[in-house]
């Protein structure tokens, strides 16, 4: 019983983040919901009284976002690979302070997820740089 307390006292931080992490996005979700019910209220207004449609809801409104340019894929690809080398050389650095075998290899294995946001930025420049000017 002792086992069982200490070991879920380890783990009451990362529990706690996890529900405070998924409270936040169904909060977002719910308020992104109420939002678009609001505007969709509005236009049906809108639409009864033969009044015109409010100016967001002709095309360009929050559900046609406009597409994005060379330089915001540009920008998107220098953060994620910044964020991935940040976390590459954070676990790299970690790994070379600590002595014990097994929290080593849990900073190497953290700073070898700092590649997935490296490679994703990678992409992103990639195709910024394939991509045609207009």
């Not at 977002?28 to 809801?57: F, I, T």
């Not at 046609?64 to 920008?75: D, F, S, V």
């Not at 080593?104 to 946001?117: K, S, Y």
């Amino acid at each position: 019983m002792d086992q069982f307390l200490a070991r879920s006292s380890e783990d009451l931080p990362l529990l706690l983040a996890l529900i405070l992490g998924a409270g936040f996005v169904i909060f977002w979700q719910w308020a992104a919901l109420q939002s678009r019910r609001m505007a969709h209220a509005e236009r049906l207004a809108a639409l009864e009284k033969g009044a015109p449609l409010p100016p967001e809801s002709e095309g360009n409104g929050p559900s046609h976002p406009q597409p994005l340019t060379r330089e915001a894929y540009m920008l998107r690809g220098l953060l994620w690979s910044a964020i991935g080398l940040g976390i590459l050389a954070t676990g790299g650095v970690a790994a070379c302070f600590i002595r014990s075998g097994s929290d080593r290899q849990d900073a190497l294995t953290i700073a070898c997820l700092g590649f997935i946001p490296f490679a994703l930025g990678l992409a992103y420049l990639l195709y910024a740089r394939l991509t045609r000017r207009d």
